[in-house]
């Protein structure tokens, strides 16, 4: 079945690298990606990645696949408190179906 | 600017009401979708729309019907509300990526 999995919890200190994990289960996406969300607002689309890729580097983020393991993750460099939000990995395994995970929310202690 | 908007940004309603939220997108994409989003349980999808003309159903449509009135609207209905509907709905569209709109939280007392 599909279904993507995250850790709940990450608190890191300003300045700090954070690392958030994500695994899924469908090897057909063809999209991963990962949304951002703020207390009261909708989801935000940081950053996406292809399959056929392993990496992808955007300013402070870094995502990395594995599609053996079929492990995703967020590097955020250099945290900043503007970062503490809910953070969630979504999987795409059809044009029109888009399974997210629960979301990790990130604090970032000054 | 350019995107998603929602209306309303907040509802109570009383078990057996009916209501409809709105939802319009301004980028032209085809498809367009509804979620609702629940604590430690992520986005979980209720209908979508490919096309303009079609809807399916999504994950958990039970209790809901949409209509794609045209390419940019996309409405959601409660006909009759209970209190596990309780939610933030969540509406979408998307091209490569999905954009979202800024939510509805109801609540069904």
């Known amino acids: 079945g599909e279904d993507v999995e995250q850790s709940l919890f990450l608190s890191v200190r300003e300045g700090d690298s954070s690392v958030i994990n994500c695994t899924y289960t469908?090897?057909?996406?063809?999209?991963l990606y990962w949304y951002k969300q703020e207390p009261g607002a909708g989801l935000q689309l940081l950053t996406y990645i292809f399959s056929n890729m392993d990496m992808k580097q955007d300013q402070r983020l870094t995502v990395l696949l594995n599609k053996k393991d079929k492990h995703l993750s967020l590097r955020i460099a250099d945290t900043q408190t503007g970062d503490s939000a809910i953070y969630f990995c979504?999987?795409?395994?059809?044009?029109?179906?888009?399974?997210f995970g629960s979301g990790t929310r990130l604090l970032v202690r000054p | 600017n350019a995107g998603v908007t929602q209306t309303p940004k907040f509802q109570v309603l009383k078990t057996g009401q009916s209501m409809t939220l709105q939802c319009a997108q301004d980028m032209n994409h085809n498809s367009m979708y509804w979620y609702r989003q629940d604590p430690g349980m992520g986005l979980r999808l209720i209908y979508y729309?490919?096309?303009?003309?079609?809807?399916d159903k999504g994950e958990v449509p039970n209790g809901y019907n949409v209509s794609r009135l045209n390419k940019r609207e996309f409405s959601l209905r409660l006909e009759s509300a209970a209190p596990s509907q309780t939610s933030v709905y969540f509406c979408a569209s998307s091209s490569y990526g999905y954009t979202f709109g800024s939510g509805t939280r109801l609540t069904v007392v």
């Open positions: 979504a999987e795409r395994p059809s044009s029109y179906k888009l399974i």
């Open positions: 729309s490919a096309s303009e003309g079609t809807t």
């Open positions: 469908d090897s057909s996406s063809t999209y």
